[in-house]
């Protein structure tokens, strides 16, 4: 496994990292050692954010005297400068450390610049001239706000999604951070779970010598799949070549990657999971999708009002309501046997 640098930020660490949502799911002793191995496993740069509930107390607490050894990234999804500093001195406090290395606007929905009347990047400032943060950074998931961000000249990383299923639009993203000296950072790497082969997943990432993937990971035995790489990193061959082009042609487009971020919907559908049932039902095949309890969540697409906050909402700016029925269609004729799912 190779190390990379960050851009313009100077980290250089392992091409293989963290992405600390999932331990929010799991019981703080059981987070503790899981992060603990993936550190003893060769990784180093670990993202967590304000927004995911308990997990960057876990990382203090199975990093705590380390804090020199590992580099944390964590986020903010303030909008105004008091909340800024309230998130950021929460941060510090949960996290159990005086400075945070990287700090990322979270979700950005504009590339926040001086003087554009939020006070938003000034915060940024100050808190990096009183050393409590390291690096200015930012997430996006709207294509051209990333644009907009990378050509900014403001920000040291940008964190943006990126797969092998990701456009050429998003290709020449990570090109474009490269030519500006902004490191990358990759998230949904495995497209929300629609990409189930690993190897290929980090081959495609290998290819991209500015890019630092964040797996979410959750279970140790994902943790040890990908610490795996480190000692055998996969290359991209003819065989995983031809495997991803097929993937792209199966995948790529108008899909939903389950983000949630649509959510809620007024009229209670799950739509992060109803709006991609069809791409589940053949990539991640389980009786679960076809019980009683999922039955009932996608009846509820019959209820939709086609208000279109979803779509308004949607980093993809897909056409939720439509992706829905579309769906639902398909639920039903497996349900009834004319379609069959492997």
Request: hydrophobic share 35%; net charge negative.
């Amino acid at each position: 496994m190779r190390n990379i640098t960050l851009g313009r930020s100077g980290i250089t660490v392992p091409q293989n990292a963290f992405g600390a949502l999932p331990v929010q799911r799991v019981t703080k002793d059981e987070a503790v050692k899981i992060l603990r191995r993936a550190y003893d496993g060769g990784m180093r740069y670990f993202d967590t954010a304000r927004a995911y509930s308990d997990s960057e107390e876990k990382l203090c607490a199975a990093f705590s005297g380390m804090r020199d050894k590992i580099y944390i990234a964590t986020k903010t999804q303030a909008k105004t400068p008091e909340k800024f500093w309230e998130d950021l001195d929460t941060s510090l406090r949960t996290l159990g450390t005086d400075y945070i290395d990287v700090y990322q606007f979270h979700m950005a929905d504009r590339c926040y610049a001086p003087d554009d009347g939020t006070g938003m990047y000034e915060c940024m400032v100050k808190a990096k001239e009183q050393g409590k943060i390291r690096h200015i950074a930012i997430t996006a998931h709207k294509l051209q706000v990333a644009y907009d961000i990378a050509e900014s000249d403001l920000y040291d990383t940008l964190q943006f999604p990126f797969s092998y299923l990701s456009s050429d639009k998003e290709i020449a993203l990570v090109d474009l951070c490269k030519k500006n000296n902004v490191g990358y950072i990759a998230m949904k790497g495995l497209a929300g779970g629609l990409i189930n082969r690993s190897d290929a997943a980090m081959a495609f990432m290998m290819e991209y010598d500015n890019v630092l993937p964040i797996w979410g990971i959750q279970k140790m035995s994902e943790l040890e799949e990908w610490l795996s790489y480190m000692d055998d990193t996969p290359a991209m061959t003819d065989e995983i070549a031809e495997y991803i082009a097929k993937e792209r042609k199966e995948l790529a487009g108008e899909f939903c990657r389950g983000c949630g971020y649509c959510m809620p919907c007024p009229m209670e559908i799950t739509i992060n999971n109803c709006a991609r049932m069809s791409l589940m039902l053949r990539r991640a095949p389980s009786a679960a999708w076809l019980s009683e309890h999922w039955q009932n969540e996608m009846k509820k697409i019959e209820d939709c009002i086609n208000c279109h906050q979803c779509s308004s909402k949607c980093p993809y700016e897909l056409d939720t309501p439509e992706l829905l029925r579309k769906n639902y269609e398909d639920y039903k004729k497996v349900l009834a046997g004319e379609v069959s799912v492997k």
